[in-house]
């Protein structure tokens, strides 16, 4: 969730076999997204790049279904951004 709200500046909230506590889910979400409104060093170049590279790398086991879906509406659109560093990243 942390990484679509740096990237896109809205959440998805991925269906799993197991029941979500909404009721818990949705403060957490309202909390992150103003911490992250609050700090824009966490919107930077920088961390796009790395949030990039984290999908890329790092094994989402539970979200194998889910994930290209997300890729394609979050990352792809940095295809074309200014910055070769989060050209790269998506690359």
């Known amino acids: 969730m942390t990484i679509s709200g740096l990237l896109t500046g809205r959440f998805y909230l991925f269906l799993l076999k197991n029941d979500l506590?909404?009721?818990r889910i949705e403060?957490?979400?309202r909390n992150l997204i103003q911490v992250l409104n609050q700090?824009?060093?966490f919107k930077?170049?920088?961390s796009k790049s790395i949030s990039i590279k984290?999908?890329?790398e790092f094994p989402f086991p539970i979200y194998q279904e889910n994930l290209p879906i997300f890729v394609k509406d979050t990352v792809l659109l940095y295809l074309d951004h200014c910055n070769p560093?989060?050209?790269q990243?998506?690359?």
Do not use: K, M, Y
Request: proline fraction near 10%.
């Open 85 to 87: 560093l989060i050209r």
């Open 39 to 41: 700090n824009p060093e």
């Open 27 to 29: 403060p957490f979400q």
């Open 44 to 46: 930077n170049d920088e």
């Open 54 to 56: 984290t999908l890329s």
């Open 89 to 91: 990243s998506v690359a």
């Open 21 to 23: 506590d909404q009721d």
